[in-house]
Structures are given as C-alpha cells and as structure tokens.
Nanobody
Framework: QVRLVESGGGLVQAGGSLRLSCAAS????????IGWYRQVPEKQRELVAT???????NYADSVKGRFTISRDNAKNTVTLQMNSLKPEDTAIYYC??????????WGQGTQVTVSS
C-alpha cells in the first residue's frame, strides 16, 4: 500500500503561482511513475504532468510552458510548480503513483482555485 500526502493547494488570482507537493510513503520511488492529475465536477480526471525515474516528463498541452514537475527520489516527493495560472486551471489536483505492473495509487486531492 502506498500513501500519498498532498499539500500546497489554495486560492490564487489569475496570473499567480502555486506550488503543490506530494510525499509518498514508500521506502523508495524506484521505477514508479509519479505525477499529477486534476478533475473538475462532471468531467473525467485528466493528466497534468508525470515524471519517470529516468527523468522523462510528460505534460498536458494546456499546461506546457507554465507548469514544471520535479521529482526527488531521495525524499520520495514530487512537486508541481504552477505559474501563470488561469481560471481554467481550477480543479482538484491528485497526486498519482504507479509502479508497473501494480495498480495506480492516488492522493486525497487538493483544491486549486484560480479567480479571474
């Protein structure tokens, strides 16, 4: 079992910045993919950004150039620096962890609200 604890959500004005952090309870991140998804009511959860153990990153087109994901294998953490936030970034953000072939694990979610 993997426990993911998120922090850093909140309310910010459009154009502002927030930083999300997620700490995994595992002894090591190993080869797991770790990252962030987000969800708004009545819509499917969507990928925001992920990072592999090899340093590869993947971003949703809507956040490229504004968000940066960072993975710290020594601390078992992943952070998401979000700049130039837009109202459409408003969502619940979920930390994601998956070590293949196991099932994915999710954090409890943290609310991000961007006011116009």
């Amino acid at each position: 079992q993997v426990r993911l604890v998120e922090s850093g959500g909140g309310l910010v004005q459009a154009g502002g910045s927030l930083r999300l952090s997620c700490a995994a309870s595992t002894s090591t991140l190993g080869n797991a993919i770790i990252g962030w998804y987000r969800q708004v009511p009545e819509k499917q959860r969507e990928l925001v950004a992920t990072a592999t153990s090899g340093g590869s990153t993947n971003y949703a087109d809507s956040v490229k150039g504004r968000f940066t994901i960072s993975r710290d294998n020594a601390k078992n953490t992943v952070t998401l620096q979000m700049n130039s936030l837009k109202p459409e970034d408003t969502a619940i953000y979920y930390c994601y962890y998956r070590s293949w072939p196991g099932a994915p694990w999710w954090g409890q979610g943290t609310q991000v609200t961007v006011s116009s």
